[in-house]
């Protein structure tokens, strides 16, 4: 069948190839749910949402669409509203089909996942637009997603009998739905149009008590019944918080984080501590077992290493690391190193607004801090490394940079007594524990890795004091996560661009940085598309931590932007596109966010309450002698 509405054909049965592809995504196997109460509970919420969406898709598939808009409209917060109920198991079962078909961000996406195939948005969102969002509906696009998002779900119940979940697993998924919320939800990450974030945090808690009640059921005996009772308590009082406080835009984002979703969290931990509760033994990027969420003992720093269990002398590896950081002996000439750019007392930053070249000329991208480098999936703001040992040997081996070899770097250091005894202690068990190129990378890698800021003042209010925060840097703070949407890609509590609650996804933003202050022409920069090869990556960057960003100026990949106080007008102008520059595929939305001079002072106040350099800012007071005298006179940290 063909449609034709506003001279845009589409062809829907191409549709069910998609949906058949996707639907594939889902996990299955020859077990079932542990519960039949929460079986039934996610087969039911399924059902109504087919039914529901068949409804719509009947709807807009007419002539007159337009009487019968309301309607559309109060089915897709009827959908919503199941959907939300579950939308824990779903990320959990099938985070793909959920990003790629079902909740996905309006932006096209071309990922490692699926190679350089570009894949448009689709699901809830791109219905929102179109219900909400838009002057003109395309009816031919609403009646495709209607379709397409009704075939997921039916070819998700088709899958769901089979989904091996249990007990414990379920207790996780609502872990993992606390952060989402926390990160995702309340930054306008979905519901973007509507602004319903808060009514919908009310069905999540929902579905939250009903599968409570579903493991409570299946697990009569031996049962922790007053941990379930404090945890059904915790979920009403969020949900009458947020039953209250239904304004998207003056919804206390931290009242709600610190004194709802942390207790939540808080006794979910303790219901899965309990002895029939056993932890899902896999490597997550979240400790799910301690508490302390959106501190750092809650994430797992392995997951986010090469090797997860290659754990042993880590600690006598990044004393190794640091004194190879800041030793200028790994550099050709022996007078710069990893340092010269990466200033301690700069955040790990240099100040320029590009970096420094090896020959003392300028190089093409500015320097990013090293903080919380850890919390990351891939380097560079092109995100050409995946791992921090690779992103060091680019450096080591970039003639503009290091410009240095293997062979001279190892036999340099071979010269020194100190650093063959280092490294004999640090890999000290290890096959292999003379100096050599993997163990000079994993030190400098292991270093890079203590380098972690998270006790700013803003970290101090998260983890109880109250008093840190004044009144306007906690408004700045909702402004940040509302109105302004710069939390919908630096993300709570990290303030990067890897999505959470899974952090296993990087995002790239096209958001037009002009080559200069006040200018209608791009950078050249051509970003992202020189790495993937996909044309919706030009110009499109890595998504840096604001943390630290008091310290970090310039900004941007050119260092375009002198102060905090030019990037926010930037944004608030709609970027690229709000300047004047034609961007085909820019992912910040370009109109004015039409934020007043008040709300511009309380965001920035926010911003520089997440500068935190402790114990992060000194240096090694010697280096390691060598047998050749002329090394013995270089330098800590570097000449230049």
């Known amino acids: 069948m063909f449609y034709k509405f506003m001279g845009n054909p589409i062809k829907v049965g191409v549709l069910f ?3 058949i592809i996707g639907c594939s995504f889902f996990s299955s196997n020859d077990s079932a749910f542990s519960s039949t109460e929460n079986y039934n ?8 949402l087919i039914s529901i969406l068949d409804k719509s898709v009947l ?6 669409i337009e009487k019968r808009l309301s309607q559309l409209r109060a089915n897709y917060f009827i959908a919503r509203s199941y959907y939300k109920h579950i939308e824990c198991f779903l990320e959990y079962s099938s985070p793909f089909d959920v990003k790629y078909f079902i909740n996905g961000p309006l932006v096209k996406k071309s990922d490692l996942e699926i190679g350089t195939r570009i894949v448009d948005p689709h699901g809830f969102q791109v219905i929102e637009e179109q219900l909400f969002g838009v002057d003109s509906i395309d009816v031919p696009l609403l009646v495709s997603e209607l379709t397409l998002l009704r075939e997921s779900f039916k070819g998700f119940k088709n ?3 089979n989904i091996n979940i249990n007990d414990s697993q379920i207790i996780e998924m609502m872990q993992f739905e606390m952060i989402r919320i926390s990160s995702l939800t309340l930054s306008g990450y979905d519901a973007s149009f509507t602004k319903t974030n808060s009514l919908e945090c009310i069905s999540v808690f929902e579905g939250c008590r009903a599968l409570l009640d579903g493991i409570k059921k299946n697990n009569l005996k031996s049962y922790p019944t007053e941990n379930h009772l404090k945890l059904i308590a915790q979920l009403r009082l969020a949900e009458n918080y947020c039953s209250i406080n239904k304004n998207y835009d003056s919804f206390n984002r931290l009242f709600f984080i610190t004194q709802h979703i942390k207790p939540i969290y808080k006794q979910l931990v303790k219901m899965h501590q309990a002895t029939i509760f056993p932890y899902t033994q896999v490597d997550y990027a979240i400790n799910l077992n301690n508490e302390k969420v959106f501190e750092k003992e809650s994430y797992n720093i392995n997951y986010f290493s090469i090797h997860t269990v290659d754990t042993f002398g880590l600690a006598s590896q990044a004393k190794l690391g640091e004194l190879l950081f800041f030793d200028p002996v790994l550099s050709g000439n022996n007078k710069r190193a990893c340092a010269s750019c990466h200033n301690p007392e700069k955040a790990f930053t240099d100040g320029f607004e590009k970096g420094v070249s090896y020959e003392k000329s300028v190089l ?3 320097t990013p801090s090293l903080l919380n480098t850890i919390f990351q999936k891939n380097f560079f703001y092109d995100g050409r490394a995946r791992q921090l040992e690779q992103q060091a040997n680019d450096v080591l081996h970039n003639q503009k940079e290091m410009n240095s070899t293997i062979e001279d770097m190892i036999s340099k250091l071979n010269q020194s007594q100190e650093y063959q005894q280092l490294f004999k202690r640090s890999f000290k068990g290890t096959p292999d524990t003379v100096i050599n190129y993997y163990g000079m990378l994993k030190a400098i890698a292991e270093y890079e890795k203590t380098l972690i800021s998270m006790n700013s003042r803003f970290d101090k209010y998260i983890k109880g004091d ?3 925060l004044t009144k306007q840097e906690i408004n700045g703070y909702n402004l940040f996560s509302g109105k302004a949407l710069c939390g919908s890609c630096h993300f709570f509590p990290l303030f990067n661009g890897l999505v959470p609650p899974i952090y296993n996804d990087t995002e790239y933003e096209v958001i037009g940085v002009p080559e200069k202050m006040n200018s ?11 790495v993937s090869r996909v044309n919706i990556h030009q110009y499109a960057f890595k998504t840096p931590t604001v943390r630290n960003s008091a310290l970090t100026g310039p900004y941007m990949h050119n260092g375009v932007y002198k102060t905090l106080d030019d990037v926010i007008d930037f944004y608030n102008k709609g970027g690229g596109q709000g300047l004047g520059i034609n961007i085909p595929h820019q992912t910040l939305p370009f109109d004015s966010l039409q934020l007043t001079k008040q709300e511009i002072s309380n965001i920035k106040s926010f911003m520089l309450s997440l500068t935190d350099t402790t114990g992060l800012n000194k240096r090694p007071k010697k280096l390691p002698l060598f047998k050749d005298e002329t090394l013995n006179h270089r330098i800590v940290g570097g000449e230049y």
């Open 17 to 19: 190839i998609v949906v």
């Open 41 to 48: 509970y996610v087969n039911r919420h399924t059902n109504q």
């Open 59 to 64: 709807l807009a598939d007419s002539i007159f």
């Open 159 to 161: 899958k769901l009998k």
């Open 364 to 366: 093409d991208r500015n």
């Open 466 to 468: 109250y008093k840190q």
């Open 520 to 530: 209608k022409e791009i950078d050249k920069d051509q970003g992202r598309i020189v």
